[in-house]
């Protein structure tokens, strides 16, 4: 990393002082570039208008990071190994034919997305040094041996970490005819980089997603002052020694009582294989099991805390404001693009190589939302300077956009400290409305769904349907929709995807409550009684959807769509309520009510919205069908 004297030489960010490290990616040195000329075109314009919209040079930037990432198109590159982008793979010719060329069309073909050729290539290197090293350790073990061998693997664990991380997302990472060796080799890999075994995805999918580090969130920073050494103590003593309770605890209080007795397993059944290997080879066990086991978790809160230090006082639970954004080697180059995790919250099914794409695409929405960007710094670096209170050098690693070019240095370094200052209960019950028990009433369903909907507006509709359409061909299953308010919009997004044939049965425009009831077999009683916008009549809309498009087999998904999209209002009903429901083999489930502010239009596409969020959400964790409200 160069010297912090190199970064900046003036209280005034200008472009020349942004630090191009030669090892950043490709994607990320144009993204720097982009914003470097963001910076310049300021200085002679309004900062906030020069960042209000897209230029000719940005949607051009766009095209080339897109096509970086498509198979199809000519300037496809795959990721091949962390150290060089391929096109900075120098062999001798003869090497490259009979070797490069051949693996890299070979990984294609074995990993599920054709960009992570390098996920096979940390899986080859793993299992042919870790493994043997591990073995030979508990069988002719030395010291020397030992310590070298805890040394390569720190030197492993943030990569496979991150690799870990794609997995859980994804439920995979290598193609399914691999499936069976997909779902395996983290059982044999994770003890040996550190991880207990499943509580990754537990804790991170299950746990802080929901809570988006908000107050119910276990690994939340907002009640600690995040530039003091005490506080940070505190926080990495608290994971350290009471999540194997603390975890369990918590999904069993919010309802999730299985969810939680699996997360309790899992690390029992860990902590259990410890000491088994602990009683057979004491010294062995410390250097291949223990000493990762220590250093990940510190790491991972050390991480963490980089992550989520800085929190907006103003609206402390968007995602803009409460997660950071880092374009650095370290995080991007050797940890699958680890550093856009605003963009990894915004949505947690983005692709670890979309997220440069989805940055440049919605900058001026990062800009607008006054995100904060930093450069030539990594989270743990982040988290050291936190704790000697060195804002100055933070100040210098940010990327300013919109209104904070105009800030001076010691402007900047102002702002930054006001991020890290500790909530009181008071002003978390003020300022933080999403919680992670579910809504009892509209009027928390209503701000909840106005809140989301604000939160998500760079994720576009077709980005969460091509995730549902991925979600569905990954799983074989096909989904069916019935729609009120929506007219057939959420079939046309789900259409539109590439490849949807395979997986999209059909649907059914039900505005009129004599189609609900007599094609869809929605209950003509319920509907006198309650009225056609109510959870009953989305549950069965959605069955109807299933039953009705059941061809040589069951329709797996049924998703429909009921409420009022305005003007006016409709049997007592102000418009903006809307009800999701979505059916799968006998379990029927509503969602809602639900408000969206503005006029048809925008009740309508925030309905789409919803709707597809949410059949997203049980495509990716199927027991919360099984989890009534």
Avoid at 387 to 415: F, H, N, W
């Amino acid at each position: 990393m160069p010297s912090v004297s190199a970064i900046c030489h003036t209280d005034n960010m200008e472009e020349d002082t942004i630090v191009f490290h030669p090892q950043l990616t490709k994607a990320d040195a144009l993204i720097l570039e982009g914003l470097r000329q963001d910076i310049k075109d300021s200085s002679s314009s309004n900062a906030e208008t020069a960042t209000s919209a897209p230029t000719a040079r940005d949607e051009e930037l766009l095209r080339h990071l897109q096509a970086m990432n498509d198979p199809k198109d000519a300037h496809f590159e795959p990721s091949v190994t962390t150290n060089w982008d391929i096109d900075q793979i120098k062999l001798p010719l003869f090497l490259e034919k009979t070797v490069l060329r051949p693996y890299i069309r070979l990984a294609r073909s074995v990993v599920r997305v054709e960009t992570d050729v390098i996920m096979l290539t940390h899986l080859l290197l793993y299992f042919s040094t870790t493994i043997p090293s591990a073995i030979f350790l508990f069988t002719n073990f030395t010291w020397i041996h030992g310590i070298l061998h805890f040394v390569m693997q720190f030197s492993y664990m943030g990569a496979y970490t991150l690799l870990m991380h794609q997995h859980i997302h994804m439920r995979g990472v290598l193609d399914k005819k691999f499936a069976i060796f997909d779902h395996l080799f983290p059982y044999i890999l994770d003890p040996l980089m550190g991880h207990t075994w499943n509580s990754y995805f537990y804790h991170h999918v299950k746990h802080h997603h929901v809570e988006g580090n908000g107050p119910n969130d276990l690994s939340s920073t907002i009640r600690y002052q995040r530039d003091s050494l005490l506080h940070f103590l505190h926080y990495v003593g608290r994971f350290f020694f009471l999540v194997w309770a603390d975890l369990p605890i918590y999904f069993i209080r919010n309802g999730k009582v299985m969810t939680g007795l699996k997360a309790g397993f899992w690390e029992f059944s860990n902590y259990a294989f410890l000491i088994t290997m602990f009683n057979l080879h004491r010294n062995a066990t410390i250097c291949v099991f223990l000493m990762p086991l220590l250093l990940l978790r510190l790491g991972l809160m050390a991480g963490n805390w980089g992550q989520h230090a800085f929190v907006d006082d103003v609206d402390p639970d968007s995602d803009y404001r409460s997660s950071i954004t880092l374009i650095d080697v370290a995080s991007n180059r050797f940890c699958y693009n680890d550093g856009y995790h605003t963009s990894h919250h915004l949505n947690p099914l983005r692709h670890w190589r979309e997220h440069p794409v989805s940055f440049q695409k919605t900058k001026h929405t990062y800009a607008s939302q006054h995100a904060l960007v930093f450069h030539d710094i990594d989270y743990m670096m982040v988290t050291v300077r936190l704790m000697m209170k060195d804002y100055k050098t933070l100040a210098r690693c940010l990327v300013p956009m919109g209104e904070q070019i105009a800030m001076s240095l010691d402007e900047r370094a102002a702002m930054l400290e006001t991020k890290t200052r500790r909530f009181t209960e008071e002003e978390i019950q003020k300022k933080f409305k999403k919680q992670s028990s579910l809504p009892i009433n509209l009027e928390q369903n209503a701000y909840m769904a106005e809140l989301e909907h604000h939160k998500r507006t760079s994720e576009t509709i077709a980005d969460i349907a091509k995730d549902v359409i991925r979600l569905l061909e990954e799983e074989k299953e096909t989904v069916a929709v019935a729609e009120s308010l929506t007219g057939g919009s959420i079939m046309a997004a789900l259409t539109a995807v590439e490849g949807a044939s395979s997986v999209c049965r059909g649907g059914i425009v039900s505005y009129n409550t004599g189609v609900k009831s007599n094609i869809l077999g929605v209950s003509q009683t319920i509907i006198t009684k309650h009225g056609a916008v109510n959870g009953e009549v989305a549950e069965q809309m959605a069955a109807g959807a299933r039953s009705i498009t059941t061809l040589d087999t069951p329709t797996t998904w049924g998703l429909s769509t009921t409420g009022v999209a305005g003007p006016g209002t409709e049997e007592g009903k102000a418009p903006g309520i809307v009800v999701i429901g979505i059916s799968r083999a006998g379990q029927d489930r509503a969602f809602g009510p639900f408000y969206f502010p503005g006029d048809r239009d925008a009740v309508r596409k925030a309905s789409v919205t919803k709707a597809l969020q949410q059949l997203r959400e049980l495509l990716r964790d199927r027991d919360h069908m099984e989890e009534r409200p």
